[in-house]
């Protein structure tokens, strides 16, 4: 995928993968903060609605990007996603959502991330809260 932020493009490649096939593009990508956008079109539910779970893809991706790059950092190796959940607090239609995962705890095992994922006007679409262990490699 073009334009991911040189962090992260050295990291991961997305080609044929979920993020890609979603449109999820990564604009800015730190251990503590990780920001992505998504477009509503081509990953909406039978009513047009933004579907909860590409959501949720949104929202693993920035968290396990962010986690990523704490455990190659830390410990030189990978996360893993281990638990996710979700409140979706209004539905989107079009445009683009846009979601900022911020660190909550960045430890040698464990990572966690808050995920806010907004829509265009800047009205809260879905919290998410993701865990990723660390292992090393």
């Given at each position: ?36 956008s ?10 047009g ?15 396990s990007?962010?986690a ?6 830390a410990?030189?190796?990978?996360a ?12 989107v ?14 430890g ?18 879905c ?10 490699i």
């Amino acid at each position: 995928m073009d334009g991911l932020p040189a962090a992260v493009a050295g990291m991961i490649d997305v080609t044929g993968t979920l993020v890609e096939r979603m449109g999820i593009a990564i604009l800015e990508a730190s251990p503590h903060r990780v920001v992505g956008s998504m477009p509503v079109d081509g990953n909406t539910q039978p009513y047009g609605l933004l579907h909860g779970g590409a959501s949720c893809v949104l929202a693993e991706t920035l968290g396990s990007i962010g986690a990523a790059m704490h455990a190659q950092a830390a410990i030189g190796g990978i996360a893993v996603g281990v638990d996710i959940n979700a409140t979706h607090h209004k539905g989107v239609r079009t445009g683009v959502v846009t979601g900022v995962a911020t660190a909550v705890q960045l430890g040698r095992t464990v990572a966690s991330y808050e995920i806010v994922i907004t829509d265009e006007t800047g009205a809260r679409v879905c919290t998410a809260r993701l865990t990723c262990v660390l292992r090393a490699i």
